[in-house]
C-alpha cells in the first residue's frame, strides 16, 4: 500500500523532480534500504560485478533469490493479457518461468506448455504448483541465450519479467527469434537505469522503442500499462510487447 502511494506520488511530480528524487535515492538509500528489505544475502553490487560472471556464477545468485522468494511478479490480469495476445492454444514456451503460474494458467487454457528457467530452485517451485493439477508441462533447466530447442520448435515464445534479467541481450533475442514460429510476448517493467540492484535487472526498457529496436520485427504491437493496474503483480508501468514473425504454424 505504502509503495503504491509512494510510487503514485512521484508519477505526479515533473520528470526532472522525479530523476532528482530517484538520484538521491540511489545514491543516499538505495544501498541500506536495499539490505534491510532483503538482507544480507543479496548481492547489491550485482550490476556493478554481472559483467565478469561465469554462467554458474548467475545460477547461484538466482538460486540464493529462489530460496528467500515464492512471489510471482505477474497475475490474472496479465494472464489475460498474454492469453489474448496469444490468440489461439498452440505450442508455447515459457522463458524465465519462475514459480510456473503462467505457464500453468496457460496450459489450463489448452495450450501445450514447455516452462524454462536457469534456476533449480524456481522449477522446483514450479513443478509444486504443476504437481496440485493434472497437466503435462515439462520443465527445462537452460539460459534463455542458449535455448535447447531446434529452430521453430515452439508457435510462441512468452517471457514476462524476465528480459532485463539476461546477460546478453542480442544473443536471446537472437534465440527467440529462431525458436518462435509465430510470435514473441514480452512483458517488462518500464523504468530508467538504476545504479544498485534490488532485482538484479540488467537491461533497462524506458520506451517501447527500446523493445521495438531489440527485436526488429517488421510486425508488431508495444503498448505501455500504465501503474494503476489493480489485476497485476507488479504495481508499476511495464511494457507489453506482442512481435509477429512469418514462419508457419504447426498443425
Ligand atoms: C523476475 S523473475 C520472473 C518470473 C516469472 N516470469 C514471473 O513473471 O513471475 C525472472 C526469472 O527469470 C529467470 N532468469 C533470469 N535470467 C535468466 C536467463 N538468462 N535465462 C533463463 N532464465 C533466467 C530467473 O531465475 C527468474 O525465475
Same mark, same amino acid.
Given at each position: 500500500m505504502a509503495r503504491r502511494l509512494y510510487l503514485k506520488f512521484k508519477s505526479l511530480m515533473p520528470e526532472p523532480l522525479r530523476d532528482m528524487l530517484s538520484f538521491f535515492n540511489q545514491h543516499l538509500f538505495a544501498r541500506w534500504t536495499i539490505r534491510k528489505k532483503l538482507?544480507?544475502?543479496?548481492?547489491?553490487?550485482?550490476r556493478k560485478k554481472c559483467q565478469t560472471f561465469t554462467p554458474q556464477d548467475w545460477k547461484k545468485h538466482y538460486e540464493a533469490c529462489w530460496q528467500h522468494t515464492t512471489n510471482p511478479c505477474i497475475n490474472k490480469g496479465d494472464f489475460r493479457r498474454i492469453r489474448d495476445a496469444i490468440g489461439q492454444p498452440c505450442s508455447v514456451l515459457d522463458i524465465g518461468c519462475g514459480t510456473g503460474q503462467l505457464a500453468l494458467s496457460l496450459a489450463q487454457a489448452g495450450f501445450r506448455v514447455t516452462a524454462l528457467d536457469l534456476s533449480i530452485n524456481a522449477l522446483r517451485l514450479a513443478r509444486n504448483h504443476i504437481a496440485q493439477i493434472d497437466v503435462n508441462i515439462p520443465l527445462v533447466e537452460s539460459f534463455a541465450e542458449h535455448l535447447p530447442f531446434p529452430s521453430s520448435a515452439f508457435d510462441c515464445i512468452t517471457c514476462c519479467h524476465t528480459l532485463e534479467h539476461v546477460s546478453d541481450l542480442d544473443r536471446t533475442v537472437a534465440e527467440f527469434k529462431r525458436v518462435a514460429k509465430e510470435k514473441i510476448v514480452i512483458l517488462v517493467p518500464k523504468q530508467k537505469y538504476r545504479l544498485y540492484a534490488e532485482n538484479y535487472h540488467t537491461y533497462f526498457f524506458n520506451s517501447s522503442e527500446q523493445?521495438?529496436? *531489440?527485436?526488429?520485427?517488421?510486425?508488431?504491437?508495444?503498448?505501455e500499462l500504465d501503474g494503476d493496474r489493480e489485476d497485476s503483480a507488479y504495481p508499476s508501468p511495464m511494457l507489453m510487447y506482442v512481435g509477429t514473425l512469418h514462419?508457419?504454424?504447426? *498443425?
Open positions: 538482507g544480507l544475502w543479496f548481492e547489491v553490487d550485482f523493445l521495438i529496436d *531489440a527485436f526488429k520485427l517488421k510486425q508488431f504491437k508495444c503498448v514462419k508457419h504454424r504447426s *498443425a
